[in-house]
Nanobody
Framework: VQLQASGGGSVQAGDSLRLSCAAS????????MAWFRQAPGKEREFVST???????AVADSVKGRFTISRDNAKSTVYLQMNSLKPEDTAVYYC????????????????????WGQGTLVTVSS
């Protein structure tokens, strides 16, 4: 599967953005999908994940502000980001895995087989 992320940009603190990740290939509905981000000089960190049934998990740092969703008919996963903060500045990556991931491990980037190219989000104060 190939993943194409889009929707990043430069915004002011408090603004909103919606990231999209379009997947090619078959059986998108069976994939576990996730968003990670990586700020300059930092390790890649978990943002949110959505499983086959639509169940979601989100990092504490973005809880209440970011929402992940998927449209299986469009083979696309979204990340709605509201109330953006300067500390949200990062390259955002979407990731996919065709196999089941135990919920406790779904926050680990090593559990995902496929990655998009990343889209840059810059939030200024």
């Amino acid at each position: 599967v190939q993943l194409q992320a889009s929707g990043g940009g430069s915004v002011q603190a408090g603004d909103s953005l919606r990231l999209s990740c379009a997947a090619s290939g078959r059986s998108f509905s069976m994939y576990i999908m996730a968003w990670f981000r990586q700020a300059p000089g930092k390790e890649r960190e978990f943002v949110s994940t959505i499983n086959r049934a639509g169940g979601t998990a989100v990092a504490d740092s973005v809880k209440g502000r970011f929402t992940i969703s998927r449209d299986n008919a469009k083979s696309t996963v979204y990340l709605q980001m509201n109330s953006l903060k300067p500390e949200d500045t990062a390259v955002y990556y979407c990731a996919a895995n065709p196999d089941y991931i135990v919920a406790a491990l779904a926050r680990l980037p090593t559990k995902y087989s496929y990655w998009g190219q990343g889209t840059l989000v810059t939030v200024s104060s």
